[in-house]
Structures are given as C-alpha cells and as structure tokens.
C-alpha cells in the first residue's frame, strides 16, 4: 500500500490552492536522487490522482544550488547487471508516472538540472527555469548511460546533430540557451522563479480539467510508442553499471579528480591486436582430429 505524504523522509509533497507541490529534499547532495528518492517521488506524483481539485503538479529541488544533480553516485556505486532493475525500473516508473497522471506536471528549475535530473525535467510536460539554471546531460564525462529518456527525447526536442552534441560532448547549456534550442520553456530571473511558475499554475486552472487530461494523453502518443527504446536502454544501461569504467567515473567524481578512461582504450587495444595476431597464427582453425589406423576386418 502507498504510503502517506507524512511518511516521506527525502521528498516534501504539498498541496497548496489545487497545486500539488513536490519537493527533492536532499540539498547536501545537490539533490542527487538514491532508490529510495525515486520511490518517494513516484508515490508523490501518483497521490495527486487521489484528489481530483488538483490542477497541476510542480517539482523542484530544495535549496539554492541545484534541481537536481541526477543519480546519487553513493547509492550508484552498488550497482551492477544483476541488481541493475532495482534502479532502472524505479527510474522508468517514476517517468510513467509522470507521464501517465492526467494533469500538467511542471519542473519548476534552479541551479544545476544534470544527469538523471536532466532526464527528470525531460520527463516533465512543462520546464520553467531560473537564469542560473543549469542544463545538461553528463554521462560520458562520469561512465553513465542517459538511456532512460535522454537519448529517447533530446533528439525530438533539438534535434539529433545537438542532441548528440548534448550527449558525446557532455555539453551544457544555460537557462536561456535552452529557451533558445527548445529544451526548456522559458527562463526567468531566479528572484521571480515562484511567482511565474505560481502564474501557470493559475492559467492551468482557469482551463479544462478534462480537456487538460485527453491532450495531455494525445500530445504523448507518438512519444509512448518509445516504450520499446526505454526497455532496450535500461538493458543497455544495466550492462554498464558495475564495469571498471563506470566505477572510475564514479569514484573520480567523488574524489574530485579527472577519470582516466583512456587506460580503458589502451587495454581494449591489446585485446584486438592479440584477437588479430591470433587470426594470423590461424588460430581460429578447429583442432585437428587424430587419425586413428583403421582396425583390420575380421574375416567372416
């Protein structure tokens, strides 16, 4: 059974004048979200089917430098192809979620929205940022795999040559970059973040609930069908959590230093040319049998 708004410990859910408003409350980790982040977050938005007043959803990060960070690298570290569904299908469910409530859920953004916090605003229907915000999605730089939405989504949003520029170059973008490429909405200046975002909030309201709710469901149509992809992603994505090279990624990021995934290139290097070096030797020949002399017939 779903738990009660009060029985959350990483995540604030409030409803406020028929406007759900859901809040990562991690800000020692810039909002970097762990198994149990992505569970809180999930029950949130799915409570707000509970209470048909309400008009929109609103998620956002607690405190002053980040919407979120993405996966938490402490909980990620853990991970690897056998425990990989644990998280990755907390990831798509917290997405379908999103997707499958029948209202307008809106990122409301500030500060840093990267990795799988990038993914999370991706996932959103509406994306307001503050002027300091921060877009990008970081996987290569860090030996993660934004296959959950990211590789999905970027290209039909800005199409795919900045899409993958966004993803092989690890590239960011600002606030107002973002209106620019269509990635976001719209940026603001941080001091008026709430109100602008309480003013869609109140636009919403003055509409259609069930008009809100069967566009919302065609507007998504075309994107559903990407189901297959998302599963194809996280299979992808479960095979690297757990490598040597994620884990570098991880833990240079935790130990502030540069990875060296370089060294990675060098070993897989050696490999082919020793596979090569054995098709030259013919190795690849099946062994040869034997011939054993033939037995003499007996005579009848």
Same mark, same amino acid.
């Given at each position: 059974?779903?738990?009660?708004?009060?029985?959350?410990?990483?995540?604030?859910?409030?409803?406020?004048?028929?406007?759900?408003? %859901?809040? @990562?409350?991690?800000?020692? *980790?810039?909002?970097?979200? +762990?198994?149990?982040?992505?569970?809180?977050?999930?029950?949130?938005?799915?409570?707000?089917?509970?209470?048909?007043? @309400?008009?929109?959803?609103?998620?956002?990060?607690?405190?002053?430098?980040?919407?979120?960070?993405?996966?938490?690298?402490?909980?990620?570290?853990?991970?690897?192809? =056998?425990?990989?569904?644990?998280?990755?299908?907390?990831?798509?469910?917290?997405?379908?979620? %999103?997707?499958?409530?029948?209202?307008?859920?809106?990122?409301?953004?500030?500060?840093?929205?990267?990795?799988?916090?990038?993914?999370?605003?991706?996932?959103?229907?509406?994306? @307001?940022?503050?002027?300091?915000?921060?877009?990008?999605?970081?996987?290569?730089?860090?030996?993660?795999?934004?296959?959950?939405? /990211?590789?999905?989504?970027?290209? +039909?949003?800005?199409?795919?040559?900045?899409?993958?520029?966004? @993803?092989? #170059? /690890?590239?960011?973008?600002?606030?107002?970059? /973002?209106?620019?490429?269509?990635?976001?909405?719209?940026? *603001?200046?941080? /001091?008026?973040?709430?109100?602008?975002? +309480?003013?869609?909030?109140?636009? %919403?309201?003055?509409?259609?609930?069930?008009? %809100? +709710?069967?566009?919302?469901?065609?507007?998504?149509?075309?994107?559903?069908? #990407?189901?297959?992809?998302?599963?194809?992603?996280?299979?992808?994505?479960?095979? =690297?959590?757990?490598?040597?090279?994620?884990?570098?990624?991880?833990?240079?990021?935790?130990?502030?230093?540069?990875?060296?995934?370089?060294?990675?290139?060098?070993?897989?290097?050696?490999? =082919?040319?020793?596979?090569?070096?054995?098709?030259?030797?013919?190795?690849?020949?099946?062994?040869?049998?034997?011939?054993?002399?033939?037995?003499?017939?007996?005579?009848?």
């Amino acid at each position: 059974m779903a738990r009660d708004a009060s029985q959350f410990n990483e995540v604030l859910y409030e409803v406020e004048d028929n406007v759900a408003w %859901i809040t @990562i409350n991690r800000p020692e *980790v810039r909002n970097a979200f +762990r198994e149990q982040t992505l569970d809180e977050l999930r029950e949130a938005v799915l409570l707000t089917r509970n209470d048909p007043s @309400i008009a929109c959803a609103v998620i956002t990060g607690a405190g002053e430098t980040a919407f979120s960070a993405g996966g938490d690298f402490h909980a990620m570290k853990r991970l690897n192809w =056998v425990n990989a569904a644990h998280w990755n299908d907390r990831m798509q469910g917290l997405a379908m979620a %999103i997707r499958g409530v029948p209202i307008p859920v809106i990122a409301m953004v500030h500060g840093y929205c990267v990795g799988g916090g990038h993914e999370l605003a991706l996932w959103c229907d509406l994306v @307001i940022s503050a002027d300091d915000g921060v877009f990008g999605q970081t996987g290569a730089s860090v030996g993660a795999c934004p296959t959950v939405g /990211a590789t999905q989504y970027l290209p +039909r949003l800005i199409g795919d040559r900045l899409a993958k520029e966004m @993803i092989f #170059l /690890a590239r960011t973008f600002t606030a107002e970059e /973002a209106v620019g490429i269509g990635l976001i909405n719209r940026c *603001v200046a941080k /001091a008026d973040l709430l109100k602008e975002t +309480r003013a869609w909030c109140e636009r %919403i309201k003055s509409h259609s609930s069930q008009t %809100i +709710r069967q566009t919302k469901k065609s507007l998504n149509h075309e994107s559903d069908q #990407l189901y297959a992809s998302w599963q194809h992603g996280m299979e992808l994505l479960a095979h =690297v959590w757990g490598s040597e090279e994620s884990l570098e990624g991880m833990n240079a990021f935790l130990e502030r230093r540069k990875p060296d995934f370089q060294k990675f290139r060098e070993r897989n290097r050696k490999e =082919v040319e020793r596979y090569l070096a054995g098709l030259e030797r013919d190795e690849n020949a099946a062994p040869k049998k034997d011939k054993k002399p033939k037995k003499p017939r007996k005579p009848k």
